[in-house]
């Protein structure tokens, strides 16, 4: 999964109903060159927000296993699990 970062959240959604239990998704760019965890970059750019949000929906979501990897500009690798 990678496009525009403020609707990642919504390509996630429309993934997510298509998906089969066990399947995968990859969101690219989720560690955003780092701005998700810079303190002083502008948290009202639309495009970090939308990477925030995504990161905090997936997170908290008991229906995905997660596992961010540290590559560039980072992978998240979701398992559907019900």
Known sequence: M????????????ACMEKLNVGG???????????HVIDEHVD??????????AFNDLVKNNPHVETV????????TVLRKLH
């Open 24 to 34: 995968y998704i990859f969101a690219d760019n989720t560690l955003w060159d780092g």
């Open 43 to 52: 948290k009202n750019d639309l495009q970090t927000k939308g990477i925030l």
């Open 2 to 13: 990678d496009g525009n970062k403020r609707h990642y959240i919504a390509y996630y959604e």
């Open 68 to 75: 961010i990897f540290p590559i560039r500009d980072g992978i």
